[in-house]
């Protein structure tokens, strides 16, 4: 039947060609796109490269200023001359020194302070007049600020900005010290950076240059900006961003330099006219070509769409009915092509999917109601398992309680017999004070001195014991937490070993290998019934004597799997076989005896773990013992379901 309905269709080798022709827009598109965006790129981080070498070199000038205002200081801090004029207050001395001090180097200004912060010298280079000195005799009217000086106080030298009008100032305070680390005073030196220092640096690199203020504004320039707070928009942007300037738009790169533990907020840019002017001649080009090839490939796609979209408009409307309608689907095929081919085969197909459909409907009520029963056994076991093992719990934790109780309650008789005779002793002793020795004698008062002390630390000692059961065995519980939270892995192991001590003292000995791991989210009732029945399978394994090994430890994460800790119970007890270990997580499967298990413990366990999005594993041999290992996320990607909170 196949066969002769293929005879009847034509290729759709011309169809195909055309569509072949249709995608080709789009890789042109973009390919087109991606050169032009690639092109632009390159330029743009050709410029930006070459700005941030110009910044190196800024940053090269201004640490050779610092590394000179270091050497002046080291160079008149030797000088004896001047450590004993400043040592003495000298302040007409100093100002000679003061006026030496900018001879020959770069700094612009230089002020002497006293160890006390008082201005005793100060002088000031002019282009015009040259060096002008400023005697101040130490009259304390100009005092160094208590900040700087407490910061000299431990180091050498401080370097901060100081920004006035449109000029930056670069100042180093140095402190001076005698050779015997004695404080004698204080250099402050500066160096103004003028817009003649943009200037002077623009004519070198051929670049231009902003120098900004603390709050982000144009301080000065070497390009005419109208807006000073222009740039500060851009302040956090990390390549290139724009200014414009007497219609001319400049690429900056924000380059801060810094100055000791003060930064220079420097802008460095160079004109964007040329580049932008070529830009715009490739862009023409390559859109006119992308034009012509698109406008083509438009007619084609014209006269296609004509012949092929109707038969497959159609096929379409019917594959949507056929999704909104449960009744039969069927469609004229009017297309002598491969399309038409296709339509039949629809056809046939929504017969045979009405058909199935009907059959599935019948099958997913049946299986609905047999999920609903399974579900209902399924909690109802759970249940069963859950008070199986609680009885056992609490038949332990009342046996454990029974003994503190009952040393406390076998006390109390001694307490009610020396609390008598210590009253007796009361009463003769205010009858007859000459005889309270022989009193105290006659009813062994010594001994219960002695004695009254240690019974009642040792009803303490019971009554603690008691409580921290009583603790340990609602912290256990936890029925108040049934939601997601992060708990303490290690606390949680602590709490279980507890309830389980009825079992474990005088005959297993517990090994703790703990490391320090981070807390786990997850909810604390599922986790702690996993590690009670771990812990308390890995204590019914022991005949006798044992030991049982407990370690925990952190699995680092990677970029596909999240931060996990992993808990290890391993045992001395008897072990089991190959063929035990491939059933111990099946519903039912148990070792023990009759009556001592469900067979439900580790297949509720195996379900917790997986529901955490974790991992469990044993290894085992028989006649050396069983391990163990849990493998837990410290953070659930998804909620936990709660089907095992029973």
Not at 130 to 155: A, F, M, W
Not at 309 to 315: A, D, K, V
Request: proline share 2%.
């Amino acid at each position: 039947m196949a066969e002769n309905i293929s005879a009847k269709y034509m290729s759709l080798r011309s169809v195909l060609i055309i569509w072949f022709i249709v995608f080709s827009i789009v890789p042109l598109t973009l390919v087109s796109w991606y050169s032009l965006l690639k092109f632009q790129s390159a330029i743009e981080s050709e410029q930006l490269q070459r700005l941030k070498a110009n910044g190196r070199e800024i940053e090269v000038v201004l640490a050779d200023y610092y590394n000179q205002l270091i050497s002046n200081r080291n160079f008149f801090g030797k000088n004896p001359q001047f450590t004993y004029n400043l040592s003495v207050n000298d302040a007409i001395a100093l100002k000679d020194i003061s006026t030496e001090w900018l001879g020959n180097n770069s700094a612009s200004s230089v002020a002497i302070y006293s160890r006390e912060g008082k201005l005793l010298s100060s002088a000031v280079k002019n282009h015009i007049d040259g060096v002008q000195s400023i005697n101040s005799s130490g009259n304390g009217k100009i005092i160094l600020n208590e900040r700087y000086l407490s910061h000299l106080y431990d180091k050498s030298d401080l370097g901060v900005i100081n920004i006035i009008d449109t000029n930056y100032e670069l100042i180093l305070f140095s402190k001076i010290v005698s050779n015997t680390a004695k404080i004698l005073g204080y250099v402050e030196q500066k160096i103004f950076l003028k817009k003649e220092f943009l200037i002077k640096i623009k004519d070198k690199l051929k670049f231009e240059l902003i120098l900004l203020d603390d709050v982000k504004n144009v301080a000065s320039s070497t390009i005419s900006i109208e807006n000073k707070s222009i740039i500060s928009k851009n302040l956090n942007f990390e390549g290139m961003f724009d200014v414009k300037s007497k219609n001319t738009t400049y690429g900056f790169i924000l380059y801060p330099i810094l100055w000791d533990k003060s930064l220079i907020n420097l802008a460095i840019g160079t004109s964007k006219k040329e580049t932008q002017s070529f830009l715009s001649s490739v862009n023409v080009a390559f859109l006119g070509v992308i034009g012509l090839v698109i406008l083509f490939l438009s007619v084609t796609i014209l006269i296609s769409t004509s012949l092929l979209l109707r038969p497959i408009n159609e096929l379409i409307d019917g594959l949507r009915a056929f999704e909104k309608t449960d009744s039969l689907v069927q469609l004229s095929v009017k297309n002598k092509t491969e399309i038409g081919l296709l339509t039949a085969t629809f056809n046939q197909m929504s017969y045979k999917i009405f058909q199935a459909r009907n059959d599935l409907k019948k099958k997913v009520k049946e299986l609905e109601k047999a999920n609903t029963n399974l579900k209902d056994a399924q909690t109802k076991l759970v249940h069963s398992a859950k008070m199986t093992s609680l009885g056992q719990l609490v038949a332990g934790v009342a046996h454990e309680l029974n003994n503190p109780i009952g040393f406390i309650y076998s006390n109390t008789t001694h307490l009610k017999e020396y609390s008598e005779k210590l009253f007796k002793i009361i009463e003769e002793i205010e009858k007859n004070p000459a005889q309270s020795e022989k009193i105290k004698d006659d009813y062994e008062f010594a001994y219960i001195k002695k004695d009254l002390p240690l019974l009642i630390k040792s009803c303490q000692d019971g009554a603690q014991r008691t409580r921290d059961i009583v603790i340990g065995l609602r912290n256990f519980s936890r029925l108040e937490e049934s939601q997601l939270k992060e708990i303490d892995l290690q606390e949680a192991i602590e709490t279980t070993l507890d309830l389980l001590q009825g079992e474990i003292k005088n005959r297993i000995k517990i090994n703790r290998q703990y490391e320090t791991i981070p807390q786990i989210f997850c909810y604390a009732s599922q986790i702690n019934q996993v590690l009670m029945n771990l812990l308390s399978n890995a204590v019914h394994a022991i005949n006798g004597n044992g030991q049982i090994w407990i370690a925990t430890t952190v699995l680092k994460a990677s970029a596909s799997e999240p931060g996990k800790v992993q808990i290890s119970i391993q045992d001395s007890g008897v072990g089991m076989s190959a063929d035990v270990i491939d059933k111990i997580y099946e519903p039912f499967f148990t070792t023990k005896d009759v009556g001592q298990g469900t067979g439900l413990g580790l297949s509720i366990s195996y379900g917790i773990i997986q529901n955490h999005g974790g991992d469990i594993q044993v290894k085992s041999e028989k006649g050396i013992g069983t391990e163990f290992i849990v493998t837990i996320p410290l953070v659930q990607k998804k909620k936990p379901s709660s089907q095992f909170e029973a």
